[in-house]
């Protein structure tokens, strides 16, 4: 015989436990992933920035070079 509670569909303590442990995996999950695609996209900047402060040192050194030709033709 059905009880009143089963009528009214009313969830345990057990069901509402376990359905918050799923949810709070699935945000789990979610931002794992986040924090890897996350993780990768900065290394990639990094990378970026190194290659462009490697660039910007050879800029430099061309700079002083034609600032010494310019002074000693004077």
Sequence with gaps: MPSHHDNLQVRDMQ?????NVNNL?????H???RVASLTEKLG???AI????????????IY?????????KGR
Excluded: F, R, V
């Excluded at 069901?15 to 359905?19: A, F, G, P, Q, V």
């Excluded at 995996?25 to 999950?29: F, G, K």
């Excluded at 700079?63 to 002074?71: C, T």
């Design 63 to 71: 700079i002083s070079d034609i600032k010494e030709l310019i002074n």
């Design 44 to 46: 990639n900047i990094l």
């Design 25 to 29: 995996e699935y945000q789990l999950t």
């Design 31 to 33: 931002a794992n992933s």
């Design 49 to 60: 920035h190194k290659d462009l402060e490697y660039h910007l040192q050879g800029i430099e």
């Design 15 to 19: 069901e509402i436990l376990k359905d």
